[in-house]
Every structure is written in structure tokens, then in C-alpha cells.
């Protein structure tokens, strides 16, 4: 298991750097194995680097730039592990237009290899579904669903 | 695989019979804040046997209970299914296999019941069919609400241990 | 200043209550001082029922749900308390388009008698202010402040 | 009492000086990802006293200090000022008396140092100046980036203590 993984993380590696150069339009994105004492002790270390900016400590990134930079891994780590889906609730909440879009077009373009199932406020986000669910509240405190047309949306 | 069919009845805020299908790509679920998104993800997680009271946002099994509205009385039951279905080769132009995870929590039961095609199973018997659907462990990746900085703010072991999860 | 902040908290209670009501079109909010074995026991509880709805437990609310309690929450505690200033760095994030508005024109008003400074990517809270700064980097990695017209964000 | 200006020079993201004059009422702060909207909050927090590594999100002192970009070298100093200003009663027409808090961050000092309305104090004489303006301890409420639900999830104690720092 201990063999497995790191020969995946250096394909996740690979992938997570190719997605965050796409998210953020430059910049560099890498994972690292972390040796401990023990098999126990290993970790998995993130350097995030938006383009033009020095490499920095990941509590420093802004809010955006940590979802941008979340979203990549994990759709990294899922493409290496062959996930067969992911449903993620509001991950684009925090992104401006820009980096929405550019989000919208990766999930768009992911949604072709596996199930992805995305809970959003954002307009271009939804604009890439193919199925759109509204939920909505029949009367309060009970929910329904109902398949929405994009116009009534935006 | 994929998950083709959802179905809930009287889970959270999703009072009497609903029922959704997903498509194979990409699904959006839009809606006003409170309408019940969420409750969506939450019901995915419990049928696929997540117990776990923080995951779920809930503090006792009671609360996956509808509790009730002006004109829907409150349920003391809760049901969720879930239908996979394999990604057809195509060749026979027929689909590929099904099939149906179903949980039911009910206060006489004392916890909840796992269902597979209809039949009564123990937990250990949906991860068993999990394996078979590739879907074991969390194979699959389901980020909530306000968790995608998380894998960014983590700290390495953690990190390596939810990446690992996926294998 | 146990006794202060109990009196105290009945106002904020009061004024929860109303900003509550007002925020989510109805429904309750209160304050309860829980007694606890000393003073430093003692810890504030929140029962929060949007319109319609049971009453639950806070963890229970929707994103959006808990987030316009904490609004509703902390302006109430500031009016009390007399606090001159508040700095808001995207509380309307996961806010729907309807409380969003509200939330907008609540800060407006409460902007007449304390100052507001409120971080935003949202369109109905900047078109309430009177004083709009863009920040942008002039190159990566750099920033800088420019005055902003409202067109060029909308 | 209100901010009425805020002087920045090398502070994080904000190399080189930079000035911001805000409303007595209602000032927005708008921008993409990563400009530097929550640098100007770690800014005012820092300039009134907070030193807490995790809210000014550092780990470092160094890391307040401007690390350079393509046409500008990065800088081992940091520096904010802050102008308050009382609300004038009007009869007069002028202007409130106004105070001026500095807090300046260099290597060779070991730490931070305080200035008010110029000259060098200790940060005794920061909380003695707040005071006189009701700015004491936390009056001012300072929401971070995604702390606004905080105040829900807290638990009782917690909460009564955030709530008693605002008197
Ligand atoms: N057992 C239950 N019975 C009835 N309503 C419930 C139950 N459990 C939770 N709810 C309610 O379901 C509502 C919807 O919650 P949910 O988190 O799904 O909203 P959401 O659509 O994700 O909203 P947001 O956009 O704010 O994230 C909440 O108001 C909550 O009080
Ligand atoms: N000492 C420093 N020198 C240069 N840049 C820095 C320094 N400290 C932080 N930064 C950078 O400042 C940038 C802006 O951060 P900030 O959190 O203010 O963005 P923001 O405008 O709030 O974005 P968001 O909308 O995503 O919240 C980050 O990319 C960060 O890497
Ligand atoms: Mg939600
Ligand atoms: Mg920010």
C-alpha cells in the first residue's frame, strides 16, 4: 500500500500541476512525499505557487486561491485513482468571474471521464450541466425538486 | 459506473416520495439557501453507509427524519436508494448491469437496515458491493459545504491519509 | 461585569430577534445566557427557527442559513454595544440573490450610524456603498488600490 | 469615531505606499482573487495590536513584510498607519480631533514597534490610546474570511466570550 501510493502520488503530482497551471494560468503546483520515521509518520506536502508569485507558506494563499488550488488536487487525485465520481457542494463559492469560468470548463471537461454531481449559486457553473436540478421549497420546510430551465436561473 | 437513480423519502427536508436522476457527466443542483442542496449530499453519504454524525450535520439518527411542515406531518421514518448502474460497452446497445443500495432508518429498529436489490444486508454486505462497483472506501470524492479549502489547510499525514482514501 | 453583559445580552437578544426576522423574512432568533456553576461557565446559547421551519439545531441550518444568522448575530451585538466600526470580509459569500439583497440594504442602514468596511465579490453589496475600492495587482504579486466606478464590476 | 485613513508601505502584498481614505458610512472593497482585499484587514488588524500569527495568517513576522515582484525587490520592512478621526459635532464645521496609531516591523528591531501620532510608545500606550476611543480590546467587530459562521458553530462558552469582548 505504502509501494502503491507513492508511485500514485507521482502521477498525481504530475496531474496536480498540469490542472493548477490551467486554474490559475501559470504558476506551479507540487506534492510531496514526506518521509517520517515510520510508514505512519508520512505525509503528502502541497506547494502552491500562483504565476508571478513567490512560493509561500499555503495559509498565506487567499481564500480563492486555496479553493483553486483545492480543486486541483482533488480532481488530480481523483483522475489518478480512477474515482468513478465526485459530488461537490458549492466548491465555487469563493471564486471570482475569471477563475470561475476557467473552473466551469475543467469540471465541464472532467464531467466526460466520470460522474460529477455539483451543488452551486454560480451561474457559468450550471451553464456547463446537462441535467439541472432546481430544489426548491414547496411550501417551508419541505423541499422538492424540480428540473429547471437555465433561463429561470440567471 | 454511475449513479443513475436517487430516491428519498422523508430524509431531512424532503418530506413524502422524490426522486431524481443524475446524468452520466454533469449535474448541477441549484436552488435558494435552506432549500435542501445540501440535504442531497447528505442522503448520498448515509446510503452509501456514512454513520457519521458531523458528516451528516446532525447530532441524533431522529434528526435524518422529516420533522414535519404546515401540510406534511413530521415522520418518525427515514429511506434512501440509490440505483448504480455500469457503463454499458454499448455493443448490444442494451444497459449494463444495475444495482440498488437502499438504507431505511426506522426508531423500532433500533439504528438503520441496509438494503441491496430489495433484500435485507448488513453493512458489511454494502461494502462488499461497494468493492465490486469501485466504489469501496471513498473512492469516491465527495467535498461538502465549505470543505475545499480543507485538503489545502490540512496537515501532511492528514492529507496523505484522505488522498490514500481514494485508492 | 457579569451582571453588565447579562443586561446587555437581553438587548442583543431583543435586537437579534428583529435583525432575525428581518434577514430571513420571519421566523425567530434568540439569546440564552446558560447559568453555568461560575461565572466562567457561563456561555451565551442560540436558537435560531427560519420562517416556516422547526425549530433545530444550529448545525443543521443550511451554509447560507447559518451565515445570516452570524450577521444578524454580531450587528445586534455591535449596535449594544456601541462597537464605532465593523470590518466584513465576504460574509455574503454563500448568501442566495434574496438574501443577499437584504443583507446589502441591512448594512447600508446599520452603515449610518457606525462605519462599514465590507470585503465583497457581490454586486448587490457594492452598489450600497459609498466609498468603492478596487484592489488589483498592478503586477503579480504586487497590489494596488484604485478608485472604482461601479460599471466596471457589473 | 471613524478610520479615516490607512497608510500602508511594504505591508504583505502591498509593496511600495499605498493610501486608502474610507467613508464615515459604508466603504466596499472589491477585487479578484488574490489581489489583497483580506491583506488590508490583516493590515488594520495589525496596526491595532493583534500579533496572533493564524489571524493575521503567517507564520513568520517576516512574512508581513513585501516579498518582491518582477519590477519592485522585495523589502525586509513593513509599515501601516491609521488615522482615526472623531465625528465632528458640527457646530464649528471642523474637523474632530484626530489621532494617529503606526505600527512598523523590522528585522533589526527584533519585533514591532508602536507609534502614536509619531513618536515611539509602547503597546500599553496602543490599548491606553483605544480606549480613549472606544476601540478597546475587540469593540471594533473584525470578521474574517469565512468566520461569519462561526459565532453559530461555537460552542455556549465561546460564544458568551467573543460576545463580552465587544463591551
Ligand atoms: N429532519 C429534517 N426535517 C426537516 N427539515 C430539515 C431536517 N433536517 C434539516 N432540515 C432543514 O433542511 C434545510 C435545508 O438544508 P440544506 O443544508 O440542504 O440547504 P441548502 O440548499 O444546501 O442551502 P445553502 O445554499 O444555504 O447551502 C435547512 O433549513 C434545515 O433546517
Ligand atoms: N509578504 C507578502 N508579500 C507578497 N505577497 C504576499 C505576502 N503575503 C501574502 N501575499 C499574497 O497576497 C495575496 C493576496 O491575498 P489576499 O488574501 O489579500 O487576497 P484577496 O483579495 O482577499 O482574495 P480572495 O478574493 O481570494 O479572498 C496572496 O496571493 C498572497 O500570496
Ligand atoms: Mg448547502
Ligand atoms: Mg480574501
Redesign the pocket.
Known sequence: AGALFSQALQGIDRRFNELFRRLFGGGEGRLMLTEGLSLWDAGVEVMARPPGKTPQHLGQLSGGEQSLTGIALLFAAMEVAGAPLAVLD?VDAALDEANLKRFAALAEECARTRQLIV?T?RRYTMERAQVLYG?TMSEP?LSQVVGVRLEDWT | MFLERLFLKNF??FGGSHELRFAPGFTAVV?P???????LLDALRWVLGDGSASRLRITRLG?????GSASLARSTEAEVSLRLREISDGIEGGRGRSCTLGRRFSPEDGGSLFFLDGARVRLQDVDEAKRSWRLEGDRFAFIG?GEVAEVVQQRPRERRVHLESLF
Open positions: 458549492e451543488m449559486h430544489v420546510g | 431531512k427536508s436552488g439557501n435552506g432549500s435542501g442542496k445540501s440535504n434528526d435524518l427524519a422529516f420533522q459545504q
